[in-house]
Structure formats: structure tokens, C-alpha cells
């Protein structure tokens, strides 16, 4: 009965589904750019803005896992809840790197940039 429940679910909510699958590619293409920079740059502030926006990506993902009666209603508050905490903790540690002397952004080629 539990495919019923899950088939029931998408077609309840067609707009939700179309929202959270055009969520999930646009943050998917966000984090994807995240990585690059981190990958460019090679600092840990650029990893942690990666982090972050790959920590974006996960929300839709958890919303369809809630959609598809996959998560509960209370786990899946915990989990949104902990990965706001995640992206501002990742958010504040890059600007704090990033202002900090010790952070130094580096090239591709690992020459300090100017």
C-alpha cells in the first residue's frame, strides 16, 4: 500500500512536484558553480560557500522525500532546520576566512592572487 500512498502524493500536488524537480536542477547548478570557484580558487572560504550552496541542494531533496511520504512531518522540520543551521554557519565561517590574514586565495596554478 505504500506505492499508493506514494502515487497519490505526485498527483495530489503536480505543482509541487514541478517546483521542488526545477528547485533541485537550479540548485544542483548553483552548487555545481560553488565547486568550481572552490576548485579555481582552492581557499577555505570558497569551500565553505560551496558547502553551503551544496547544503542548498539538499532542501528539495528532502521536500520530495516528504512529498513521497519518505520522511515524516517532524523529521523532515529537524532536517530543513539543521541544514539553515548548516548554510549559515557555512556562510559566516567563509566571510570570517575570507577576512581573516591566514586565507590567501590561490590560483589555479597555486600562486597567491592579487
Same mark, same amino acid.
Given at each position: ?14 505543482? =509541487? #512536484? @514541478?517546483?521542488?524537480?526545477? %528547485?533541485?536542477? *537550479?540548485? +544542483?547548478?548553483?552548487?555545481? /558553480?560553488? &565547486? ?14 560551496? =558547502? #553551503? @550552496?551544496?547544503?542548498?541542494? %539538499?532542501?528539495? *531533496?528532502? +521536500?520530495?522525500?516528504?512529498? /513521497?511520504? &519518505? ?14 543551521? =548548516? ?10 576566512? +575570507? ?16
Amino acid at each position: 500500500m505504500r506505492s499508493a500512498s506514494i502515487l497519490s502524493g505526485v498527483t495530489a500536488a503536480p505543482e =509541487l #512536484a @514541478l517546483v521542488l524537480a526545477l %528547485a533541485g536542477v *537550479v540548485t +544542483a547548478l548553483v552548487a555545481g /558553480l560553488g &565547486l568550481a570557484a572552490f576548485l579555481r580558487r582552492r581557499s577555505r572560504s570558497y569551500l565553505l560557500v560551496a =558547502l #553551503a @550552496l551544496g547544503t542548498l541542494f %539538499a532542501r528539495p *531533496v528532502v +521536500a520530495t522525500m516528504t512529498m /513521497l511520504d &519518505l520522511l515524516g512531518p517532524a523529521p523532515h522540520h529537524l532536517v530543513e532546520h539543521g541544514l539553515d543551521t =548548516l548554510v549559515a554557519a557555512c556562510v559566516v565561517g567563509a566571510v570570517y576566512h +575570507a577576512r581573516s590574514a591566514g586565507d590567501v586565495p590561490r590560483t589555479a596554478g597555486g600562486r597567491p592572487d592579487d
